[in-house]
């Protein structure tokens, strides 16, 4: 569902997501020829069929206090190698939807685990909250009606003080396992 077209192998059918990416802004896609209207139906059901199926086992799925934990720290760590680069959404230059995403998520493991890490460690507790708030502030300030400016709007300065807001946040984020587990 998220295959980027470099990642496939010699003779792998490109689906899912940014497939259809590439097709709706094909301006940086350079020399390209656009799906027709059955290939895009085929390629839109495809996806959809695979969502509802992924969307049926979520459900069914449990989680560990650990696998919370380092999930939290592998959606950041996820932000910090492609969101935050401008590389994740490439053709539609939509990073930032994604990156809010993944601070959402990350977020949100931190709070289902916050009440534990508030009584074992709670200057670590306190430290990530405020990391937390001061990427959010920084995103915050990169919205345009009910999303985001494009990534390519995002001055040099503007994704340094994002990359170092990220950064500065996995490294106590990285020591939230070892802080709920004791």
């Known amino acids: 569902?998220?295959?980027?077209?470099?990642?496939?192998?010699?003779?792998?059918?490109?689906?899912?997501?940014?497939?259809?990416?590439?097709?709706?802004?094909?301006?940086?896609?350079?020399?390209?020829?656009?799906?027709?209207?059955?290939?895009?139906?085929?390629?839109?059901?495809d996806l959809l069929a695979d969502t509802r199926t992924l969307d049926g086992r979520i459900g069914k799925l449990d989680f560990t206090v650990d696998q919370i934990a380092n999930g939290s720290r592998g959606l950041m760590e996820e932000v910090a190698k492609g969101k935050v680069t401008g590389e994740e959404e490439y053709w539609s230059r939509t990073d930032l939807w994604d990156f809010q995403a993944n601070v959402d998520g990350a977020k949100k493991a931190f709070e289902v685990l916050e009440p534990v890490l508030e009584r074992n460690d709670p200057a670590l507790e306190h430290t990530l909250e405020e990391r937390f708030d001061a990427l959010q502030v920084l995103l915050d300030r990169q919205r345009d009606g009910s999303g985001f400016t494009s990534y390519d709007d995002l001055s040099t300065a503007e994704v340094k003080r994002l990359a170092d807001a990220v950064n500065a946040l996995a490294e106590p984020l990285s020591q939230l396992t070892s802080a709920v587990l004791s």
């Open 1 to 45: 569902m998220d295959a980027r077209e470099a990642d496939l192998e010699q003779g792998q059918r490109w689906t899912g997501w940014h497939r259809i990416e590439k097709d709706l802004w094909p301006a940086r896609a350079g020399k390209y020829e656009s799906l027709t209207r059955q290939e895009r139906a085929r390629y839109a059901d």
